[in-house]
């Protein structure tokens, strides 16, 4: 139960970071598979995928609240050490899944889903560095229903490894207005501020409903790609996960080095290797 917990605090963490994607931790710490199926058949096997996604799913809420505090002083005061721990995260699920493709006869099919992910990672995290407007978030109708359909489109992204939901917000916008949101709603909430909880509600509610629907929707055809076309599968996410450090460094803006900066950052990125391997047992 703990070690669930804590897999789904790493995910919630992952998810936060521009760059960073929510489903290559879960394929670095080995519960991608059984994740997707709990999803997919949440109501067939209902008591089974509860007790499996409830822990992560408490993991991921307690991160999330918390990463929307403490993160940006983190990347403020530690950006070299924060993100090669998170690159070490990542490359710790790397020896998983070669293991999936390790012995089988590679065609010119894998090697190109393999590359084709990696450059649209590289590709994403180039465009990465222009937000745009921050979006209105005032509550209104329409308001109401382009947070429902950006819930989707984030949650979706946020399932396929490699891919970076928060990286997706931030292209539309969204990323720095939904992050103070859930902020504010946690301060409200501890403060029993009546007027900011039900504020964040009604931007907070029509987002989540739509990650709902969005990881559904997206699970299900993930599901049918690992029955149908695993090795394919498999490949894609090699690609995915090799661009991601990429993916990290474009997005992040790092100070001068130093020895005790590059010192430091490598025993962060061991740690964090570490770490997926240890939780992907």
């Known amino acids: 139960m703990i070690k669930s917990v804590l897999k789904g605090m790493v995910i919630g963490i992952a998810n936060i970071i521009p760059g960073v994607s929510g489903g290559t931790m879960m394929v670095s710490m080995g519960i991608y598979d059984k994740l997707i199926h709990c999803i997919t058949h949440l109501f067939r096997e209902f008591k089974k995928s509860v007790l499996f996604l409830l822990p992560i799913a408490v993991g991921m809420v307690i991160a999330i609240a918390g990463s929307s505090f403490g993160l940006t002083w983190l990347f403020e005061n530690y950006p070299i050490q924060t993100n090669l721990l998170f690159v070490g995260l990542i490359l710790g699920g790397l020896p998983a899944i070669w293991k999936k493709v390790k012995g089988s006869k590679v065609n010119i099919g894998h090697m190109a889903a393999g590359l084709l992910f ?18 209105d978030l005032s509550f209104n109708i329409g308001n109401v229903l382009i947070l429902f359909c950006v819930g989707i489109i984030a949650s979706a992204t946020m399932v396929i490894p490699g891919v970076s939901g928060s990286m997706v917000l931030m292209l539309m916008g969204f990323y720095h207005p939904v992050l103070n949101a859930i902020r504010d709603f946690f301060s409200a909430l501890a403060a029993l501020d009546i007027q900011g909880i039900l504020k964040g509600c009604g931007i907070l509610i029509p987002f989540g409903i739509g990650v709902v629907a969005g990881i559904f929707g997206i699970a299900k055809l993930v599901e049918i790609i690992f029955e149908k076309f695993p090795l394919y599968a498999y490949w894609a996410i090699i690609g995915l996960i090799i661009s991601s450090p990429i993916a990290i460094f474009l997005m992040g803006t790092f100070p001068a080095l130093t020895v005790l900066n590059v010192l430091t950052g490598v025993v962060a990125l061991v740690i964090g290797f570490g770490i997926a391997m240890k939780l992907g047992e």
């Open 118 to 135: 990696f450059a649209l990672v590289v590709v994403f995290a180039a465009m990465g560095d222009t937000e745009g407007t921050a979006a």
